[in-house]
């Protein structure tokens, strides 16, 4: 039985890097883009969303001559799907963080911190933030975290350790593995997009910051 409980206290282990699998791609000259919703079958048939030159979107996989995306707008608002690979072209990534990056109910500040050479990181999501009800009844889930830490390129990773130890700096993503439900964030930059992942730790029910954002303009 103490055996048992054990290995139901022990945390989940994270993903060594799940933002990994995604690139950036654009929209090559010419008509409207479709999107398909599925492309089983020998004929898929397109939706009437649609992409247009020069929309930048993530690629997250392929399969035969489609690439499956997701096109986030400033508003936070996202489209996935699968688009054709003949019309797209890879490019290369910016390396700005700094901005104001938007989900559908999530947001990422990233601004200069407080040392030289650091980046304050601030997030606020909602669970039914969007939902007129819940919203009425007050039954919205919240989640929020700030920290100051340091970026390795493209990556920015940390825990949010609310002892105060360390500061405003924040902890190292894997810092006391023992902690389950401390909040734990990676982050990667994707030209104008930002890749979130969570360990769902980071708010009320339901909360979690993973997702795509595209800087707010």
């Given at each position: ?139 919205v889930h919240v989640g929020e975290f ?57 708010g009320g029910a339901n909360v979690s ?9």
């Amino acid at each position: 039985m103490m055996l048992a409980a054990m290995l139901l206290a022990a945390p989940v282990a994270q993903p060594a890097d799940p933002l990994a699998d995604a690139w950036l791609v654009q929209v090559k000259p010419g008509a409207k883009l479709a999107f398909f919703d599925d492309v089983e079958g020998a004929k898929p048939k397109p939706s009437r969303a649609y992409v247009v030159a020069g929309d930048v979107l993530v690629a997250r996989d392929t399969r035969g001559g489609f690439t499956s995306v997701t096109f986030v707008n400033p508003a936070g608002k996202t489209r996935s799907g699968w688009l054709d690979s003949a019309r797209l072209t890879r490019i290369a990534a910016g390396t700005r963080w700094q901005g104001v990056w938007q989900a559908w109910e999530s947001e990422i500040k990233v601004m200069p911190g407080r040392i030289g050479g650091t980046l304050h990181v601030e997030g606020s999501a909602t669970w039914g933030g969007h939902d007129p009800q819940r919203v009425a009844i007050g039954s919205v889930h919240v989640g929020e975290f700030a920290v100051d830490t340091r970026s390795a390129g493209d990556r920015i990773a940390f825990s949010v350790d609310e002892s105060g130890e360390n500061g405003n700096m924040a902890a190292p993503f894997d810092d006391a593995p023992d902690e389950e439900y401390r909040c734990r964030v990676q982050l990667r930059l994707l030209g104008p997009y930002l890749l979130a992942y969570d360990n769902n730790a980071c708010g009320g029910a339901n909360v979690s910051f993973t997702g795509i954002y595209r800087r707010s303009r």
